[in-house]
């Protein structure tokens, strides 16, 4: 199916495991992004990426890692899951074609760390 | 604290009134967007308007932008049911989309 795919969609892990959560897009968009949703702080973002090979912190990248080997997989490994770091998480792309940046969200990936 | 901040407020509608939501950004843009996302679903564009634009609409949807203010507001018109759900302003500037908090509407049958 053509799209932004996020998987899985819940997860519930434990304090000090890795996590990899996983992002797929269709489109051959240039641009990829994480973020995480949490009450009170609306979307926050983790990290980009602008192309294969090519990724950059965002507003709140610490306890994450992320990596681009091809155009359609932007995949986020919490190295050590943190209880702090129990939120949704949604990936998004863009093609950014005209400067627009609209962005096109999957799903998200409800996160528990416990 | 980040960009595109929308009062925060939750509104609780009937069915066929107007919903307003206004959003406040605090560095220069190059376009102002609106989202909406509903219950456990990711974010969906709604409508984007340009730096230079003053007032766009599409549909039932009305946005306005006042850069002197810094500031914008979607107007929703003859609300319905579906449009339950809540909804982000983002503001992009300096190669970067940074989104408000949100503000949740519920619409009344």
């Known amino acids: 199916d053509a799209g932004i795919t996020q998987s899985p969609r819940y997860k519930i892990t434990e304090t000090g495991r890795q996590v990899t959560l996983m992002c797929h897009q269709t489109?051959?968009?240039?641009?990829m992004f994480w973020y995480r949703q949490d009450l009170g702080h609306g979307l926050r973002l983790i990290y980009y990426s602008a192309a294969a090979d090519i990724t950059d912190k965002g507003e709140v990248p610490d306890g994450y890692v992320v990596s681009r080997s091809k155009t359609e997989n932007f995949p986020l490994t919490l190295e050590s899951a943190t209880r702090s770091q129990t939120s949704v998480y949604f990936c998004a792309s863009t093609p950014d074609s005209g400067g627009k940046n609209i962005q096109y969200f999957g799903a998200g990936t409800r996160l528990s760390v416990l | 604290s980040q960009q595109g901040e929308e009062d925060p407020q939750a509104l609780s509608i009937q069915e066929g009134e107007n919903a307003t939501m206004n959003c406040s950004y605090k560095?220069?843009?190059?376009?102002l967007q609106w989202y909406r996302q509903n219950s456990g679903r990711g974010l969906v564009h709604l409508i984007l308007?340009?730096?230079?634009?003053r007032e766009k609409h599409s549909g039932r949807l009305r946005v306005t932008l006042d850069t002197s203010k810094k500031s914008s507001s979607l107007l929703i018109t003859a609300s319905r049911a579906a449009d339950t759900a809540s909804y982000f302003c983002a503001s992009y500037g300096n190669n970067r989309l940074a989104f408000g908090k949100g503000n949740q509407v519920v619409v009344i049958p």
């Open positions: 489109w051959s968009h240039s641009y």
């Open positions: 308007i340009r730096s230079n634009e």
């Open positions: 560095t220069s843009i190059n376009n």
